[in-house]
């Protein structure tokens, strides 16, 4: 459960965003406003990667935890973004590898990431230069390269605008369902309410 | 996260302090708080009272100001006409190599092509001048400096030209140019009108940095400028070497000089440019559709070949000289090739090579580190690079080296040190640094900080992120930084002398020593391999990417 | 605060001082230099005398554990300089220079200021075979030696002339003036305060003065003006007959040969009877090239060694200084196709195994004999040499 308490950001005497909001589990909260309207600065002051120019108050609570001082990468917070942003100089199993946390041999790390690629249909990637992959392909790398670090919650920035029509309705449900079997609170942000109708959840105009 | 946060206030140390402890070196002793025994004590009254000072100052300035003029005139011509051709893209190819040449390499090239005895005369002798000995002309180290002002504009042309392309790819220069064409201009009217303007304010400070350096060279002046007498540079050079020691004094006040002279020159040019910017604008908006500039074209073309043909050129004739057998005035090859000289002095190019590999690789990687640590430390904090920060960066390459050396030598004497190898490379940093940052920091920038945020979404620490993520994915840009600083260390003469006590040999000091001597033969044999030192680093940057990531199509767009 | 600096600095010479080598005990210079490295400090823009540098420096290594390190520079002055600021700062041992190829002026200066090492030159143990009677090897340009300094070569000034185009020797300042004036641009010299071209000043003097007498007396500004008149009489005439009418000059002595092998110039001056030999052997010089001197005689000297006082290795500068004066060394560096600098032996004084290593030297095509070379006239007192290229840079240096 993800819990937004009384989040206020500000540049200067401008209010930017404000959002007071409980998502929970397997729940898609849903952000929409036009561009420019602050739905991305709202979501990098989730993941803790606000600007230093905006001032933030109040509180985000994921799990009963409070995280709002908290680095980014110790929020366990997933993100994805319209672009897959794989890394370049590796290869697709050595993305999944950077994502999935510490532990485990070689072997067994190694399997974990061939089922996780097998469960999108990916088989046999492990080696692929990302480069050389089409874009729906690219998408399920980057989530599962997500899922694999074992969120707590997840943020999607407008995740889906590259992706032409048929494409992006396969890959949101994709991401919609594992979140729900994973049992993830989800925010969304995007302009496009085809998107809001497929999350199904609660809706906040902003701007 | 406190380590690095000290990063960028040791780096501007490194870069400053030791040009400020210099200039205090060569400004104590005006005051007195320098003395030598028997020493004048009014050392600047010295200075004036010889005879050749007003001469060496003028030639210091015409040299300076006139090659600056001359590369830059170049610079504008050639992209006003040739942007976007084909021309332009084979020129930058054919010019990229030629920025790392060492100058001591380039001013070698240049002499052994233009002297009554060099290669062109043998080209066109006797069958077409009718010359069977060498005109008794004046062309190298001619009074009026002419050789030495064509020397540093045909060598500060490729920096000028390659730093207005990168500048260029940061200004929306294609559509505006398309704007202005439909509005009826023609295209080097409207590149000037319309894409100048802007480039100018992003290539000033590099423009700068050139007249700073033209002024006050020494190696380039040493080989291919006037000696009676002299430019300034090449007079401070001899008082801080004369036999009577008294004279270092006298070196320091020249040097204090030759600091005002910059100075005044750099003011002159910037009230130039308000005055030209001025002048520029009247004709902007004239509304006059300039339809003649395109008849310019073939200019730009034959200048920008004779420019890369002269050094090119040169550099082959150094390898001729290298392998020559005997070769007599007016053959246009020699009588035969031989690996005698090789022979005589390859065993003795391996120390030195030694030496200028290890101080340039040292040099490099420290640089490298406190460059990766500063813009590190910069995008952690989120703060962007200043104009202020720019300033700071550019402020050692503007101080000429000739105006705060001398000093730096003696401080290092006074606080008992001894010269050596580490003196050399802490010299090295205040000028490989900047050349470091400057090339490192616009890729940078430019990274797609979101792979930050995605990897730390993943649970990636910062650290985690700089060295498994953002230093892999601009291991290119990285390296060419680190090529770029060898080969700035590689040509540094000034420093490793002065610093270096004269005991410390790279290729520069025994080449530019060597030249004293005018065995063309050696002069080649260490003028190639000086320049290999500085262009292989360049070839290895472009190659291990492409070799370390073979199968990564999406590191090299 | 600047006078307690003084004080110690005064202090730490005294101990350092004690702490240098004792010449006369040989058998412990010698233990003391195995395994120091000696920075000998030279002139770096001949390509032979580096070359003969190295060679000694194989030699002492093998032979004595020295290692050897030229520093090459590009003005003798700039390892004077150096002493110099050390003293200043009161760095009184562990100095950057251990040995300096010098004379003349740089000499003078030195021992004035107090910053040599010694007296040790003649506590060598191959002293013994110098000949002190016949070459001047115990005054520099007047200047008493003292010990200060150990000579390791002679040299006498020559010129070398292109065959092919000047038919016979020009033997006095006269005929080579005569001879530029019928072909103009055909001859320079080194432009001093290079020492070549301060070398050229004094030859010219002594040959056109009638007072030589008055040159072995620091000179004053009114013996100057007096004695050196003819000098510059001579020079307004024949600068505008040089090679680029005087208005460029060649920097080095080396230089010279590089215009005569491109046939810019067709006579220079050396101040080294084996170079042009050593040249010609190099591809440096045409085949066609000679030497001579001058009916009234050529000046010469001695190069020498000396030590600086707070030098970091001064037994192994002391080794090395006395390996050169070795027969072995001698008879090295006299072959034209090492180096081709006179010895400062005296042959009498040898055994008759090694003068047979001098006689079987081949002097070289372009060499004159020591019979051809004639008695060398003696260096003009150093102040001579400071005025002239003052003077000469006056006149002629800036335009």
């Known amino acids: 459960m993800l819990h937004l308490q009384n989040l206020t950001i500000t540049l200067g005497q401008r209010l930017i965003a404000q959002v007071d909001t409980t998502v929970h589990g397997g729940e898609v909260l849903t952000i929409m406003g036009p561009s420019g309207s602050g739905k991305s600065t709202l979501l990098a002051a989730i993941t803790g990667t606000l600007d230093p120019a905006f001032a933030q108050q109040g509180r985000i609570i994921l799990d009963g935890q409070d995280i709002t001082a908290l680095p980014t990468e110790a929020r366990r917070i997933g993100i994805l973004f319209q672009d897959d942003l794989l890394f370049p100089h590796l290869s697709v199993g050595q993305n999944l590898a950077f994502g999935l946390p510490k532990g485990g041999n070689r072997k067994e790390r190694h399997k974990t990431i061939e089922t996780a690629l097998r469960d999108v249909g990916l088989q046999g990637f492990a080696n692929r230069d990302p480069a050389t992959l089409s874009g729906g392909q690219k998408a399920r790398v980057a989530l599962m390269r997500m899922l694999l670090s074992q969120p707590k919650a997840l943020l999607l920035d407008e995740a889906f605008s590259g992706l032409d029509a048929d494409l992006r309705e396969q890959i949101r449900a994709l991401v919609f369902t594992r979140a729900r079997v994973q049992n993830l609170p989800v925010v969304m942000v995007t302009h496009d309410p085809a998107d809001a109708e497929a999350a199904a959840g609660p809706v906040i105009h902003i701007g | 996260m406190t380590l690095l946060a000290w990063v960028p206030r040791l780096t501007l140390a490194a870069m400053l302090l030791p040009v400020a402890a210099g200039l205090w070196g060569v400004f104590a002793p005006l005051f007195g708080f320098i003395t030598l025994n028997g020493a004048s004590a009014a050392p600047m009254a010295d200075v004036l009272a010889w005879p050749g000072l007003p001469r060496a100052a003028w030639l210091s300035v015409v040299t300076g100001v006139g090659s600056t003029l001359i590369a830059l005139g170049l610079v504008i011509l050639i992209l006003s006409q040739l942007h976007g051709s084909r021309a332009l893209m084979w020129l930058r190819r054919a010019l990229s190599p030629l920025l790392s040449v060492p100058h001591a390499s380039a001013a070698f090239g240049l002499a052994f092509m233009i002297a009554p005895s060099g290669w062109i005369a043998r080209a066109v002798s006797p069958w077409l001048t009718g010359w069977d000995r060498p005109p008794d002309l004046l062309i190298l180290n001619d009074p009026a400096g002419i050789a030495l002002t064509l020397g540093l504009a045909v060598k500060e042309m490729p920096f000028l030209l390659l730093i207005a392309l990168a500048a260029l790819a940061q200004t929306d220069a294609i559509r505006s140019l398309a704007v202005a064409r439909s509005l009826g201009h023609s295209g080097a009217g409207a590149w000037l009108k319309v894409v100048l303007p802007r480039l100018y304010g992003q290539i000033r400070l590099p423009v700068y940095v050139v007249l700073a350096y033209a002024m006050t060279a020494v190696d380039m002046a040493l080989i291919l400028g006037p000696t009676t007498p002299s430019t300034l540079s090449v007079q401070i050079l001899r008082w801080m070497s004369d036999p009577d020691l008294t004279l270092r004094l006298q070196g320091a006040a020249g040097a204090v000089i030759q600091l005002a002279l910059v100075i005044a020159a750099l003011a002159a040019w910037f009230l130039a440019e308000k005055l030209v910017g001025k002048l520029g604008l009247l004709w902007i908006t004239s509304g006059t559709r300039s339809p003649w500039l395109p008849a310019l074209r073939p200019l730009a073309i034959a200048a920008a070949a004779t420019s890369a043909i002269a050094v090119l050129g040169g550099l082959a004739s150094l390898a001729v000289w290298s392998f020559a057998a005997r070769w007599q005035f007016p053959d246009a090859l020699p009588e035969a090739l031989t690996t005698r000289t090789l022979d005589r002095f390859l065993p003795q190019l391996g120390a030195p090579l030694a030496e200028t590999a290890l101080i340039a690789t040292t040099t490099t990687l420290i640089a490298l580190i406190l460059c990766i640590g500063c813009l590190e430390a910069g995008y952690r904090k989120r703060k962007p690079l200043e104009g202020r920060v720019m300033w700071l960066v550019y402020l050692p390459l503007l101080i000429p080296q000739i105006a705060f050396l001398p000093g730096l030598q003696v401080l290092l004497i006074s606080g008992g040190l001894t010269m050596g190898r580490w003196v050399v490379i802490l010299s090295h940093l205040v000028f490989v640094i900047p050349y470091i940052f400057l090339s490192l920091s616009d890729p940078w920038q430019a990274w797609n900080t979101r792979h930050a945020t995605v990897a730390h979404a993943l649970g990636a620490s910062p650290t985690r992120v700089l060295f498994a993520i953002r230093l892999p994915m601009l291991l290119a840009p990285i390296l060419t930084a680190a090529a770029v600083g060898f080969a700035v260390s590689v040509g540094q003469y000034l420093p490793t002398l002065l610093a270096g006590g004269g005991r410390i040999a790279t290729l520069t000091t025994e080449a530019v020593a060597l030249a004293s001597g005018g065995d063309r033969r050696a002069i080649g044999v260490y003028g190639i391999a000086l320049t290999l030192a500085a262009l292989l680093p360049f070839a290895l940057a472009l190659a291990l990417p492409r070799i370390l990531y073979a199968n990564r199509r999406g590191t090299h767009p | ?399």
């Open chain 3, 1 to 399: 605060m600047k006078r307690m600096l003084t004080a110690l600095s005064a202090a730490l010479f005294a101990t350092t001082a004690m702490a240098q080598p004792d010449p006369s005990n040989w058998d412990a210079v010698l233990k003391e230099a195995n395994g120091q490295t000696v920075y000998w400090n030279a002139w770096g823009g001949s390509t032979t005398t580096n070359d003969f540098i190295a060679w000694v420096g194989d030699r002492v290594a093998e032979e004595y554990g020295v290692t050897l390190e030229h520093v090459k520079l590009t003005d003798t002055a700039d390892a004077v300089a150096r002493v110099l600021a050390e003293q200043q700062a009161g760095k009184n041992e562990g100095g950057a220079v251990d040995i300096i190829w010098i004379n003349g002026a740089n000499f003078a200066s030195m021992k004035r200021q107090d910053l040599l090492f010694g007296p040790f030159a003649e506590q060598l143990p191959n002293w013994q075979f110098v000949d002190v009677d016949g070459k001047t090897v115990q005054t520099d340009f007047t200047v008493p030696t003292e010990g200060y300094e150990s000579p390791w070569a002679m040299a006498q000034v020559v010129f070398m002339y292109d065959t092919a185009d000047i038919e016979a020797p020009l033997t006095s300042m006269d005929a080579i003036l005569e001879w530029s004036t019928a072909h103009p641009g055909r001859f320079t010299y080194p432009q001093p305060p290079d020492f070549l071209g301060a070398t050229f000043l004094k030859q010219a003097l002594l040959d056109l003065t009638d007072d030589a007498a008055a040159l072995s007396q620091e000179a004053t500004p009114e013996t100057f003006a007096k004695v050196s008149a003819p000098l510059w009489d001579y020079l307004n005439t024949l600068t505008p007959t040089l090679w680029r009418e005087g208005k460029a000059y060649p920097q080095t002595g080396p230089q010279q040969l590089q215009l005569i092998n491109d046939g810019e110039i067709d006579l220079a001056i050396s101040f080294s009877p084996g170079e042009a030999s050593t040249a010609i052997a190099n591809f440096q010089l045409p085949e066609t090239v000679r030497t001579y001197v001058l009916d009234k005689g050529t000046l010469g000297n001695a190069s020498y060694l000396a030590i600086p006082y707070n030098a970091n290795a001064a037994a192994g500068a002391m080794v090395i200084a006395n390996f050169i004066l070795s027969p072995e060394a001698q008879a090295h560096g006299l072959d034209p196709l090492n180096l081709g600098y006179g010895t400062v032996l005296d042959m009498a004084k040898l055994s008759d195994d090694q003068r047979a290593a001098f006689d079987q030297i081949e002097l070289g095509v372009a060499t004159l004999t020591p019979a051809q070379l004639g008695t060398a006239l003696p260096e003009p007192h150093p102040s001579w040499m400071t005025m002239l290229t003052e003077e000469w840079t006056k006149r002629y240096g800036v335009q």
